[in-house]
């Protein structure tokens, strides 16, 4: 197993993207913990990782606040003693034409998406650097990369997201530290099922493998990026797109 021993933090655990991964990760032999805004939807997670012999604890914490993000990993830090992944994958979209975009939708996206990047990097750095260990995963987007017209608050988080990670991956790099992203392209989950069927058909027409992604297939790059033998990999953007992007 690839990640016995370790301690592994996904946020935004509860479903989707992150649910793959947290199931990915204790599969692997990783403890797990898992954090989401919602302690129940998240507690099912933990119960279906423990039921096939994986091991995950929960934490409630709203990933836009430093304060929440200090409390979960002081917690860890005791039950367990170390960090060794950090997954910064909970997000959100508030899709609006600049035109009618309102401030809170511009302040809650980039409060999630990109603040709890670094509210979660700030309080896992100074165990990783303590430990001469740690890989750190952001989940970007390729809208970041691309734009996409409505969300202009999501594609400025999630190009936010990566030079945030490239700047922390420069600093750190000496201490055994990687600072990398995922940019996942169109996923099935939660997040795109809430759109209409004609953004799904547009966005259809620019993948060229013709499908939509999987989270699996996006779980498999962060586990990739997580591995001891990605020594030598940071500051970078892995696409998972199907060709979207290239
Ligand atoms: P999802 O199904 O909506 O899951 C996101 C999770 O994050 C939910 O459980 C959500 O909880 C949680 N969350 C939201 N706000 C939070 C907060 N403030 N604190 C803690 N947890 C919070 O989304 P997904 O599709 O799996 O996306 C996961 C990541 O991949 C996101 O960063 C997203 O931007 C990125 N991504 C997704 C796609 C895609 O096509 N799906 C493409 C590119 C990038 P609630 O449900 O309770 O709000």
Redesign the pocket.
């Known amino acids: 197993m690839l990640f016995e021993g370790r301690v592994s933090i996904v ?9 793959t991964i947290a199931g990915e990760l204790a599969r692997e032999g990783a403890r797990v913990v898992l ?4 302690k129940d ?1 998240l507690e099912a997670v933990a119960e279906r990782i423990r039921e096939s012999g994986g091991k995950a604890v929960c934490h409630e ?4 606040r430093l304060e929440d993000a200090t409390r979960v990993v002081e917690a860890v830090l005791r039950d367990f003693g170390r960090i060794d992944h950090l997954v910064n ?5 508030r899709d609006n034409l600049l035109l009618r975009m309102k401030e809170e939708e511009w302040d809650a996206v980039i ?3 990109l603040k ?1 990047c670094w509210n979660f990097s700030k309080a896992v750095i100074k165990s990783m650097v303590t430990g001469r260990y740690g890989r750190i995963v952001n ?5 970041g990369l691309v734009g996409n017209p409505g969300q202009a608050n ?1 594609a400025a988080s ?1 190009a936010g997201v990566m030079g945030f990670s490239r700047a922390v991956a420069r600093e750190v790099a000496s201490r055994g530290i990687t600072v990398n992203c995922v ?10 099922d809430k759109l209409s069927e004609e953004v799904k058909k547009a966005f259809m027409d620019s993948i060229p493998v013709k499908r ?2 999987l ?1 699996n297939e ?1 779980a498999f790059a962060v586990k990739f990026l997580l591995s001891e033998e990605a020594a030598y990999i940071t500051g970078q953007v892995i696409n998972v797109n199907g060709g979207m992007y290239m």
Not at 89 to 93: C, H, L, M, V
Not at 139 to 143: D, G, L, P, T
């Open positions: 946020t935004g655990a509860s479903q989707g993207i992150g649910e954090v989401d805004i919602q939807k914490a709203d990933v836009a994958n909970a997000g959100i979209t409060g999630v998406n709890g989940i970007a987007s390729v809208v999501y999630k940019a996942p392209g169109y996923i099935a989950t939660a997040m795109t939509f992604g989270p996006v």
